[in-house]
């Protein structure tokens, strides 16, 4: 059957087997292991003196024992590497605790089954916030600076804005000039009334007067010129004037009166 051979010399009779068997459905040992053409049954026992198989990508080769437990040593004892911003790393191996711990102010951490949550609280306490791009505060909502300042506001430009203190100083400086203007031209009003108050008219019937008169209040100047004229009769008195202050400003009047 290609297996086993058999010679005959003189009288002798011989069975070879061959170097290479050949079977078609399995090679068995009674009541232990047996190769079939589905792969090997061990029987319960030890597959002994294996060589190193191949251990890469790809590889159908069977590895022994000592490969399997350098392997795995090798995996067991490679430690997690864990990394901040700050501060010195720590590697940590299979069996050691990893404590993941807030700030005790602004970040908190919780473990709940197989969940570590770490959260920010509501409200938060820092030293500064830089913002790169936009901060809203919601409708209703305010901000409490605790007595301190706002550094670098920006030109209000619209209404509802906030203004910095430069435009508040120039604002309060245009009005303090307002303010001061109208004290000004005030001032020349009342030197006006008084030069108009000094200025002489006629008192002979049929006659006439021109009259001149000034005024000063509170730094303020005024010049007033005056016309008065008294009927033949003595009965009617007719009068005008007309004022000039140093603040450019003008005024006139006239009266008529009746004398009986």
């Not at 060589?51 to 159908?60: C, H, Q």
């Not at 911003?85 to 191996?93: L, M, N, P």
């Not at 473990?111 to 197989?114: E, K, T």
């Given at each position: 059957d290609g297996n086993i051979s058999i010679t005959k010399k003189d009288n002798q009779v011989n069975f070879n087997l061959s170097d290479s068997v050949k079977v078609k459905e399995s090679i068995g040992i009674e009541n232990g292991p047996s190769l079939t053409r589905t792969g090997i049954d061990g029987a319960g026992m030890k597959i002994t003196n294996v060589?190193?198989?191949?251990?890469?990508?790809?590889?159908?080769d069977a590895v022994n024992g000592g490969q399997i437990h350098d392997f795995v040593s090798g995996e067991v004892t490679r430690p997690i590497t864990f990394a901040a911003?700050?501060?010195?790393?720590?590697?940590?191996?299979l069996g050691t605790t990893v404590n993941?711990?807030?700030?005790?102010?602004?970040?908190?951490?919780t473990?709940?089954?197989?969940t570590l949550s770490v959260s920010m609280n509501e409200n938060i306490n820092v030293k500064s916030i830089t913002a790169t791009e936009s901060l809203s505060v919601a409708s209703g909502a305010s901000v409490d600076m605790g007595g301190n300042a706002i550094?670098?506001?920006g030109n209000a430009t619209r209404p509802g804005d906030a203004v910095n203190y430069g435009q508040f100083q120039q604002a309060f400086s245009s009005l303090g000039n307002q303010i001061n203007r109208v004290e000004r031209r005030a001032n020349a009003g009342a030197a006006a009334a008084i030069a108009t108050a000094g200025l002489?008219?006629?008192?002979?019937?049929?006659?006439?007067?021109?009259?001149m008169s000034g005024g000063t209040f509170q730094g303020e100047s005024s010049l007033a010129i005056g016309l008065s004229t008294i009927s033949d009769n003595g009965n009617?008195?007719?009068?005008?004037?007309f004022s000039s202050t140093t603040r450019n400003q003008t005024g006139a009047s006239v009266g008529v009166g009746f004398q009986f």
């Open positions: 060589a190193d198989g191949v251990i890469a990508a790809g590889s159908k911003d700050s501060g010195i790393s720590y590697d940590a191996r993941v711990k807030g700030d005790d102010k602004n970040i908190r951490t473990v709940s089954g197989n550094h670098n506001v002489t008219q006629a008192y002979i019937p049929g006659k006439s007067m021109m009259s009617w008195v007719l009068k005008g004037s």
